[in-house]
Each structure stands twice: as C-alpha cells, then as structure tokens.
C-alpha cells in the first residue's frame, strides 16, 4: 500500500521547505515522490533529487485561474501514471494554496479504488506571522484551515512568545487541530508520526 501525505497551506507559507527538511532528514524509510500541484518554479531542493533521494512529479493546471476547478483532473492523472509505472512506497502531494486538505484526500479516496495507495496524514503549514497581522486570514483560507488535522507553525522565529501564544489562540479558535511549532532542530520523524495520529483520530477523510 502505497502512503500518500498531504502537505498543504498558503503560497510561500514553507510547504516546500517542510518537505525538503523531511526527505533531508530520512524521517520516511525510503525516498517519496512529491506529486507538486502548484504552478511556478520547484523549489524542491535539486541536490536531494539528483541524489535518488526524492523524485519530482509536477502536476500543474494549464492556467493558475484553473488550480481550483482544474485540480481534481490533474492529481487524479498524476496520482495514476504513478502509480501504473512504478508504485513507490510514499506520496508527498504538495497541494496549491486553492486547495483543501479534504479536495486533496477526495481524489487520493477516489483513485484509491483502483490503486493501491490511500491517505495516511496531513499537514496544514500556516506562516506565523501571517497570522499575527490583523485580518491577514481571509475567509477563503479559514474555511480551508478548518479541514486541518494537523497545522505546523512556520517563520515564527521573529515573533515574541506573546506574539506565537496569541497566533495558537487565532487558530484555535478556527479549527479543532493541533498546533505545533517545529522545534530547532526540528524532528521529523516525529512529526510525521504526529500527523498520522491526528489524521486517524479524526477519522481520514
């Protein structure tokens, strides 16, 4: 059965930067596939993919206005080539900032028919100081927050202990999810094994 992990949250709020950390820190028993479903440049580290460590699989919608409606189609076909080709034993679905976590494990369910492979954990990465900033959270992005099973502060380094204490209060106030914030250096093993929790508690998808 192939895992398939879902990384999701805002354009540049560190999606990508969690997922190097986890590949570059071996926290998965054998390198994963990152299926990318965000238009513009990787930014997935290239030493990590030249070295066999993880492999690339861009699946972008043609246009960045289609990202929302375009998405289901694109990560279902992404989602079966790979599996038909060669199944690995982890999916990393960086999932675009119009996506949700539950649009995400819809299609993984959907596949997930006929393919070997199912959802095992998510992670919503949130920018700290977004949150900080008053009215930074728009409605559209409260609404995606409260399918999160799992939210991961980052870029939290600036802001005083009052300031993060009062960015876990906002968001908890929005959904009924943990909140953590990576220790330095962070553990990642350790927090995929938290995710996976939160995922079954709350029932998958």
Not at 62 to 69: E, F, L, M, P, V
Not at 77 to 102: F, H, K, N, W, Y
Not at 155 to 183: C, N, Q, T, W
Request: charged share 20%.
């Amino acid at each position: 059965m192939t895992e398939v992990i879902i990384i999701s949250g805002a354009r540049g709020a560190g999606k990508t930067t969690l997922i190097n950390g986890i590949v570059a820190a071996n926290a998965l028993d054998e390198p994963p596939v990152v299926l990318e479903c965000e238009a513009g440049e990787s930014s997935v580290s290239w030493d990590l993919i030249s070295a066999g460590r993880v492999s690339l699989w861009p699946v972008v919608p043609a246009r960045r206005a289609d990202a929302g409606d375009g998405l289901p189609h694109t990560l279902h076909q992404g989602l079966t080539t790979i599996m038909r080709s060669s199944p690995p034993a982890c999916v990393i679905v960086e999932a675009c900032d119009a996506a949700s976590v539950d649009d995400v494990a819809g299609v993984v369910s959907y596949v997930g028919r006929e393919q070997p492979l199912e959802v095992c954990a998510a992670i919503t990465v949130v920018d700290a100081t977004r949150v900080a900033e008053p009215r930074a959270l728009s409605n559209a992005a409260c609404r995606k927050l409260e399918e999160a099973r799992l939210l991961v502060l980052t870029k939290a380094e600036g802001l005083s202990d009052y300031d993060v204490f009062r960015v876990r209060g906002i968001l908890h106030a929005l959904v009924d999810a943990p909140v953590v914030r990576l220790d330095s250096p962070p553990d990642y093993r350790r927090l995929l094994e938290l995710a996976k929790v939160a995922w079954a508690l709350r029932g998958g998808a």
